[in-house]
């Protein structure tokens, strides 16, 4: 036992399948590297039943994995459930027996990482979460490590491949929502309930957990601005194009003089963006900063392969350390309550599709309603509505403007005896706001 480590499971589900293969598959190269025999002793799964063919292989399977989280025989949590519970519970229960902890859960990280991370730093433990953002991408570890010497500016992704898949078919294919989410749901990328990827909350954990690392700050899901993807149209991926632009479901984190800028939503970038060429269910990562300027990282976000790299390079990690009786090195948020700029101050160039009755006088209105607020208005295209004949389209940008008063022509212009629609708005992102 001296000379060999104990892991225990936590999920056997696709990742931690994938773990489980890599580490019996190369446990020969695993021992050089990190000094020490690793040994999968105990997994918890729901389903114990199903898994009687690995069970038989000698491997102890229960349905207990608060029990499972602080047997003395484990050395390694790998904590590969998903979900807040019973993770957060069996992360807390394994950090405070001293085990070290791998997870892939960024809904954990995002909403208890400051906690977990405290209480790994009082208990001598360790907790490591490479893979849970961007899957394979090494971010975590870029952030943490890498980029420590830098002021960090902006952080941009691409990082829920669900979406970015969507978003691929409805530009590339003309697809519609409801048919890109029938073929991600086919091909095992969008689960049946795609809310989570859909509604930017998958995203939005991530950010959280990307902007604390990069601005030093105890983000949480709650500090970042959210939209979804469901009112995008195959016409809107078109209309984007004409103007120079594709569409991305970003998620963005900056610095502004108004304090940190976290968002996720569907936004316009110009079609020359790298982030632009991210197609599929890649994920990509920018950070810039001061002195390394701009960094991008791009990858595989999802899948066994790719999440189990960045699973298994953090028990190789932490397995290192405690073959060498080395100390972790803790890493914690430094501002406990980091200044959040209110998006009403942001300012932002802005592509609006209104849906208008097809009659003269119309435009008039809208020029008189944005001339209140100040906004300004750099383009207008109107083209027939595909379904109502006595409609149309008004596909309108906006120059660089406070995101607040554009709220509040929006709110004039489809108060409830109009006649305008607000079909979608997105935001565009092309170097041009001036906040
Ligand atoms: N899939 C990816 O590509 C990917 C990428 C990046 C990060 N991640 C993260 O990795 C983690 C695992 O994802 P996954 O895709 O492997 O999930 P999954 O396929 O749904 O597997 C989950 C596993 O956990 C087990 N489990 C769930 N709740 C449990 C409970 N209460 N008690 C005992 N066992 C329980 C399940 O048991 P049964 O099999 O018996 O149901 C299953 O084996 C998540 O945090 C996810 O966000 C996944």
């Not at 931690?16 to 105990?42: I, M, P, S």
Request: negative net charge.
């Amino acid at each position: 036992m001296a000379d060999s480590l104990g892991i225990g499971l936590l999920g056997l589900g696709v990742v931690g399948r994938g773990v489980l293969d890599a580490l019996q598959f190369n446990a020969q190269a695993y021992e050089t590297r990190c000094g020490r025999r690793l040994e999968v002793r105990a997994a918890a799964v729901r389903n114990v039943a199903a898994r009687t063919s690995l069970a038989s292989s000698g491997l102890s399977i229960s349905d207990a994995p608060l029990v499972l989280s602080t047997l003395d025989e484990v050395d390694i949590i790998v904590e590969l459930m998903g979900g807040e519970e019973p993770a957060t519970d069996c992360i807390r229960a394994a950090l405070s027996a001293g085990k070290s902890v791998v997870t892939a859960n960024k809904e954990v990280m995002a909403k208890h990482g400051p906690e977990l991370l405290e209480l790994a730093e009082r208990s001598g433990g360790e907790l490591r979460y490479e893979a849970s953002v961007g899957g394979g991408i090494p971010i975590i570890g870029v952030l943490q490590r890498d980029l420590q010497a830098n002021e960090v500016s902006s952080v941009r992704a691409i990082i829920n491949g669900t979406t970015n898949y969507m978003i691929t078919a409805m530009s590339r294919d003309g697809k519609s929502y409801d048919a890109a989410l029938a073929e991600a749901q086919q091909l095992g990328y969008a689960e049946a309930d795609p809310t989570s990827d859909v509604d930017g909350i998958d995203a939005s954990y991530k950010l959280a957990i990307l902007a604390s690392l990069a601005f030093h700050s105890q983000v949480g899901p709650d500090d970042v601005y959210r939209e979804g993807i469901r009112s995008l149209e195959a016409r809107d991926f078109v209309h984007a194009r004409e103007l120079g632009y594709a569409i991305r479901m970003l998620a963005t984190a900056r610095q502004t003089p108004f304090g940190l800028d976290l968002r996720v939503h569907p936004t316009l970038i110009p079609t020359s963006d790298p982030m632009a060429g991210v197609e599929g269910v890649l994920n990509a990562v920018g950070v810039s900063g001061d002195p390394i300027g701009s960094v991008v990282l791009e990858g595989p976000g999802a899948g066994a392969g790719a999440t189990s790299s960045a699973v298994v390079a953090d028990i190789l990690e932490v397995a290192g350390r405690l073959a060498s009786s080395q100390a972790p090195r803790h890493l914690r948020p430094i501002d406990q309550s980091p200044r959040l700029a209110p998006l009403t101050d942001i300012c932002v160039r802005t592509y609006l599709r209104l849906e208008v009755p097809d009659r003269a006088g119309v435009l008039a209105e809208l020029g008189t309603a944005f001339a209140a607020e100040g906004v300004s208005i750099a383009s207008v295209l109107q083209t027939p509505h595909p379904e109502r004949a006595e409609s149309a389209d008004l596909i309108v940008t906006t120059h660089s403007c406070a995101d607040g008063a554009l709220d509040r022509v929006l709110t004039g212009l489809t108060r409830s005896d109009s006649e305008i629609e607000l079909g979608v708005r997105l935001r565009i992102e092309d170097g041009c706001d001036n906040d």
